[in-house]
């Protein structure tokens, strides 16, 4: 194998395989749920902001949930819409290592945020007197930073380690995306190292914060238990609908991904990609909808936005 093999190699993206012919096809549901992500986080961002009743404690963390799903759905997209609008499947490796460390980044800074929102809704529901002095706009940012610090930290070193190490001559990719155990796989030399590095950084993140996520729900649960009135437990149970579709739509295809990848060799090829859209696409999809349906405040403020913009279109075709 020549040098030039082991200083500057290029990987090969997948699409959607036996479907090469219906790429271009494909790539108008795909940008329409770019675009869905896009209008949906921002929208929801707007309306946080402008809206002074929503400057609250739940709205902060529904706010760095829609910007880590900007952040997630920016950095699947480059390669997603070279493969499926322009037919290019070729990335080259530091694009490669920058790509997947957004990605992994994005993707624990969303499960730090869920975490989070598990407590949100913890102390809301035990201490609702006490809420505003608990998490206050301090508190609030402290975590946020402590997120943005965990996620961006336990990543650094994972691409300056695939950097090091000398790629085979097989450079296929399993996804339409730079993954660390994808790249990793095709290595030519031992990646125990990054492998056990890898785990360390699942089991101390995404681990971590579902079994805490789990254990938050556990006493939610013992404390609207408690409650006497049938109505209160139904009200308060209602306030979590929206963080448990948010944290099934994040953790169920990561589980389902994660089992095929290590114990799946009966899958197909087409259901791991379908498997990975799931979990990096949909949830910047569908997050924001969730939290438009089930949150009155959010829902009656864009409401008023689509009246208030259609009343100045009649006024316009009135005069």
């Not at 749920?33 to 209008?39: F, R």
């Not at 953790?251 to 994660?258: D, E, K, V």
């Not at 899958?267 to 924001?288: G, I, K």
């Amino acid at each position: 194998m020549s040098d030039s093999n082991h200083t500057s190699p290029s990987f090969f993206l997948t699409g959607l395989p036996g479907l090469e012919a219906a790429h271009i096809w494909l790539s108008i549901p795909l940008c329409a749920m770019y675009i869905a992500s896009l209008a949906g986080n921002s929208l929801i961002l707007w309306v946080v902001k402008s809206e002074p009743s929503l400057h609250q404690p739940m709205y902060y963390f529904l706010s760095m949930l829609a910007v880590t799903d900007l952040g997630l759905s920016a950095s699947t997209l480059p390669t997603m819409f070279t493969i499926y609008m322009l037919g290019l499947r070729e990335v080259a490796l530091d694009m490669c290592l920058l790509q997947l460390f957004f990605i992994h980044t994005f993707s624990i800074m969303e499960s730090s945020v869920l975490l989070t929102m598990a407590f949100d809704r913890f102390v809301a529901i035990s201490s609702p007197l006490r809420y505003s002095t608990i998490l206050t706009n301090l508190r609030i940012a402290s975590l946020g930073l402590a997120i943005i610090v965990r996620s961006v930290g336990l990543h650094i070193p994972a691409p300056i380690m695939l950097k090091k190490l000398p790629y085979c001559q097989k450079r296929l990719l399993s996804h339409s995306y730079c993954l660390h155990p994808d790249v990793m796989k095709l290595a030519c030399a031992d990646t125990r190292i990054n492998s056990a590095y890898g785990l360390f950084v699942v089991l101390s993140t995404l681990g971590i914060d579902s079994v805490l996520i789990v254990f938050s729900y556990g006493l939610i649960l013992q404390t609207v238990l408690s409650i006497a009135s049938k109505a209160e437990r139904l009200k308060a149970l209602n306030t979590c609908v929206s963080h448990i579709c948010s944290v099934l739509l994040f953790y169920t295809p990561m589980i389902g991904l994660s089992m095929i990848h290590r114990f799946g060799k009966w899958a197909s090829p087409c259901s791991r990609v379908l498997l990975s859209y799931l979990h990096f696409l949909t949830p910047p999809v569908l997050n924001p909808v969730v939290y438009t349906i089930k949150t009155k405040q959010i829902r009656l403020r864009i409401l008023r936005i689509f009246r208030s913009g259609r009343g100045g279109i009649e006024d316009t075709h009135g005069h």
